[in-house]
């Protein structure tokens, strides 16, 4: 059985690739059995360049998740759906809901909670137990009252946080609680549907382990 990793680099590939590139064997991301222990991703956005420090021993499940994701290409062209100025930065729907389909399947496990929800840190979106998945979020201030409900930090912002609060909050909050994008229409039309009717939200450009070969 193929990997998730295999299966969205061909879904992506197929999606993307003109007459002359049919036959084209997709090429699977290299991901190491286990994760370093602490490692850096830098992100580079429609505002800049800033990077996360994720460091296993805070959410080992989570970590690790991440850096697949990450290898994966996963967060290339992401836009930030959800920009709640003074609460949160929100972002990891794929913009090929073909794409995003297989990875948002592949929930993970809870970590405990054992780092603070601080301003700067990095942490999954969740509905419940044990259902995150590609969506995460950057707590733009102190944001205590998640610490008691699951919310596992696994990193931080070290590098680029004027750039972070840079990123467009012109939408607010999603529907159905706001006038903002709707997650449900993203997953199903992807970015085209964020294109037509929220053009002026911010975009992952490339998101990429820090030390890592680029893919050709």
């Known amino acids: ?16 690739s003109g007459p002359s590139e049919e036959k084209k064997a997709p090429r699977k991301a290299a991901v190491p059995e286990k994760p370093p222990g602490v490692y850096k991703v830098r992100f580079d956005t429609t505002k800049g360049p800033f990077v996360v420090e994720v460091t296993r021993a805070m959410a080992p499940h989570g970590a690790d998740h991440f850096f697949e994701l990450v290898q994966a290409r996963f967060y290339n062209g992401v836009r930030f759906h959800r920009v709640m100025r003074g609460f ?15 990875w948002a399947l592949g929930a993970i496990p809870d970590d405990p909670v054992k780092q603070k929800n601080k301003k700067g840190t990095i942490t999954y979106a969740k509905l ?27 990193g931080k912002v070290v590098e680029g946080w004027d750039v972070v609060e840079k990123l467009a909050f012109l939408y607010g909050e999603v529907k159905p609680r ?16 964020l294109d037509r009717e929220y053009p ?12 890592e070969t680029p893919a050709p």
């Open 1 to 16: 059985m193929r990997s998730r990793i295999a299966i969205a680099l061909t879904l992506a590939l197929a999606s993307c």
């Open 128 to 154: 419940g137990p044990n259902s995150r998945a590609t969506q995460v979020f950057l707590n733009l201030r102190d944001n205590p009252e998640l610490d008691t409900t699951g919310f596992a930090p696994f």
């Open 88 to 102: 949160v930065c929100q972002f990891g729907i794929n913009g090929d809901p073909k794409v995003n389909q297989v």
């Open 200 to 211: 002026r939200l911010d975009a992952i450009k490339a998101a990429s382990i820090l030390g």
């Open 178 to 193: 706001g006038s903002g994008p709707d997650p449900m229409k993203i997953e199903a039309q992807g970015n085209a549907y």
